[in-house]
C-alpha cells in the first residue's frame, strides 16, 4: 500500500462526480423527487405514494444515465411509458420527457442552489496527481463539465467521460463497466492498473464488472456494507480518511 491507500500497482484513479467530488447527490435526489412526485400525483390520484429521495434514490436511479433511471424507478411501480426521442419536451409522457423534466430542474438547482465540493476529495486528488498518478472523471451526468467548471475543479482531471460522451460513443452506463473502462484506455492504463472511487452501489458493480485494480466506496448516507456487498475493496466516509480504513475481509 502506499501512503494513498491504494496498492502500488495502482497509477490512474477513476472518480464519480455526485457524493464523490461534488455534494450534488442531494441536489439530484431533489430534483427527482419533485420530479416522479409530479408524475406521479397525476397519475396515481388519490393512491400517490410518494419518491423517497433516500430509499428510492439509492435503489433506483443513483449513478444510472438519466433515462435508465426513469425506466427503472417507474418500473418498480408498475409504471412503462413510451421511449420517446431524447429531445422531448419536459411535459412529454415519455421516458426522455420525464428525463428532461427532472435535468430542467437540476441545472435550475445547480444555478440558483450553487454546487460544493468535498474538500477532503479535492485534497486527495490533488495528492494522488502530485505522486505522479493519472486521472479521471467517469459521471453519468451531462451536466458534468458545468459542475466542475462551478467549482473550480476541472484541471484535476486529464480526462472526463460524462453523459455526453457516453451517448456519442454509444457506452452503456453503469453498472456496465463500459464508461470507466473507457477512461482508463485514453488514460493509457489497464483496469487492473486503476482504481475506481464511487458512492453509488451500481458504480461498485461496474468497477467489478470490469476487472478494476482496486475499488474505493465512498459512504455518504451509512450504506457500508451495501458498498462491500457489491464489491468494494475498502470503504471510506471521506476520501480525507482513505488511509485509515479497515480493509475487506
Given at each position: 500500500?502506499?501512503?494513498?491507500?491504494?496498492?502500488?500497482?495502482?497509477?490512474?484513479c477513476l472518480f464519480d462526480l455526485d457524493?464523490?467530488?461534488?455534494?450534488?447527490?442531494?441536489?439530484?435526489?431533489?430534483?427527482?423527487?419533485?420530479?416522479?412526485?409530479?408524475?406521479?400525483?397525476?397519475?396515481?390520484?388519490?393512491?400517490?405514494?410518494?419518491?423517497?429521495?433516500?430509499?428510492?434514490?439509492?435503489?433506483?436511479?443513483?449513478?444510472?444515465?438519466?433515462?435508465?433511471?426513469?425506466?427503472?424507478?417507474?418500473?418498480?411501480?408498475?409504471?412503462?411509458?413510451?421511449?420517446?426521442?431524447?429531445?422531448?419536451?419536459?411535459?412529454?409522457?415519455?421516458?426522455?420527457?420525464?428525463?428532461?423534466?427532472?435535468?430542467?430542474?437540476?441545472?435550475?438547482?445547480?444555478?440558483?442552489?450553487?454546487?460544493?465540493?468535498?474538500?477532503?476529495?479535492?485534497?486527495?486528488?490533488?495528492?494522488?496527481?502530485?505522486?505522479?498518478?493519472?486521472?479521471?472523471?467517469?459521471?453519468?451526468?451531462?451536466?458534468?463539465?458545468?459542475?466542475?467548471?462551478?467549482?473550480?475543479?476541472?484541471?484535476?482531471?486529464?480526462?472526463?467521460?460524462?453523459?455526453?460522451?457516453?451517448a456519442e460513443r454509444h457506452l452503456p452506463?453503469?453498472?456496465?463497466?463500459?464508461?470507466?473502462?473507457?477512461?482508463?484506455?485514453?488514460?493509457?492504463?489497464?483496469?487492473?492498473?486503476?482504481?475506481?472511487?464511487?458512492?453509488?452501489?451500481?458504480?461498485?458493480?461496474?468497477?467489478?464488472?470490469?476487472?478494476?485494480?482496486?475499488?474505493?466506496?465512498?459512504?455518504?448516507?451509512?450504506?457500508?456494507?451495501?458498498?462491500?456487498?457489491?464489491?468494494?475493496?475498502?470503504?471510506?466516509?471521506?476520501?480525507?480518511?482513505?488511509?485509515?480504513?479497515?480493509?475487506?475481509?
Open positions: 500500500m502506499t501512503h494513498l491507500g491504494l496498492p502500488a500497482h495502482i497509477r490512474a457524493g464523490v467530488v461534488t455534494r450534488t447527490a442531494v441536489v439530484h435526489a431533489a430534483a427527482w423527487k419533485e420530479t416522479f412526485d409530479a408524475f406521479l400525483r397525476e397519475r396515481e390520484g388519490q393512491r400517490f405514494r410518494p419518491f423517497d429521495a433516500g430509499a428510492d434514490y439509492a435503489a433506483y436511479v443513483d449513478g444510472l444515465p438519466r433515462a435508465d433511471g426513469v425506466r427503472t424507478f417507474l418500473a418498480a411501480r408498475g409504471i412503462h411509458l413510451p421511449e420517446g426521442d431524447p429531445d422531448d419536451p419536459p411535459d412529454a409522457p415519455t421516458v426522455h420527457g420525464v428525463g428532461n423534466r427532472k435535468n430542467a430542474l437540476l441545472r435550475e438547482k445547480i444555478r440558483t442552489g450553487g454546487v460544493e465540493a468535498y474538500d477532503g476529495t479535492l485534497r486527495y486528488i490533488e495528492a494522488v496527481r502530485a505522486r505522479g498518478l493519472r486521472t479521471a472523471i467517469v459521471s453519468a451526468s451531462a451536466n458534468c463539465r458545468d459542475v466542475l467548471r462551478a467549482v473550480g475543479a476541472g484541471h484535476l482531471f486529464d480526462v472526463t467521460v460524462d453523459g455526453i460522451v457516453a452506463g453503469k453498472p456496465r463497466p463500459d464508461t470507466f473502462l473507457a477512461a482508463a484506455h485514453e488514460l493509457g492504463v489497464a483496469p487492473r492498473e486503476a482504481a475506481v472511487f464511487e458512492d453509488a452501489l451500481a458504480g461498485m458493480d461496474a468497477g467489478r464488472a470490469g476487472h478494476f485494480g482496486y475499488v474505493v466506496g465512498v459512504d455518504r448516507t451509512g450504506q457500508a456494507a451495501a458498498l462491500y456487498a457489491h464489491g468494494a475493496d475498502r470503504v471510506v466516509a471521506s476520501l480525507a480518511d482513505l488511509t485509515g480504513v479497515t480493509h475487506r475481509t
